[in-house]
Structures are given as C-alpha cells and as structure tokens.
C-alpha cells in the first residue's frame, strides 16, 4: 500500500484535540506488507496497522480513530 503526492498534505484530525496539522515530509509514503491469517475478522481490525502507520508519518503516535485497546470508534 502506498500513498503517491502527500508531501505538504496531512492527516485530516479533529481539532478539538490537536490544533495543527503536521504535513508529511516526504511525496511517497510507503506502508509496510500486513499478513491477514483471518478473513472473517472485522475490516478495521486488519487494516488498523496501515492506518497507524500513516498516522505516524503525520506525526502521530497512532490513529486516532481507534481507542487504546485498538476498537475502532
């Protein structure tokens, strides 16, 4: 999976928690492979890693669409 044309774009968040946007710093983000053992897990299960990690290259510790315990909300 990868991401072509981000440089100065941004993970879109609410503002109410954070009150800037850091852009990417680079034109192509790169997300590293996922292995799925389990087809009948729920989407945002599998994808929750992808999704973290383009929101580490924007500055984040994780995606901010999941909880702590990684549910999604």
Do not use: E, P, T
């Given at each position: 999976f990868?991401?072509?044309g981000v440089k100065k774009h941004?993970?879109?968040n609410?503002?109410?928690?954070h009150t800037e946007n850091l852009p990417f710093d680079r034109d192509t983000l790169i997300i590293p492979?996922?292995?799925v053992d389990d087809?009948?897990?729920e989407a945002h299960f599998i994808l929750q890693p992808i999704f973290d990690a383009i929101w580490n290259a924007g500055?984040?510790?994780r995606c901010e669409n999941y909880d702590n315990a990684g549910i999604y909300k």
């Open positions: 990868s991401l072509l941004s993970v879109c609410d503002s109410r928690h492979d996922i292995r087809l009948n897990q500055g984040y510790a």
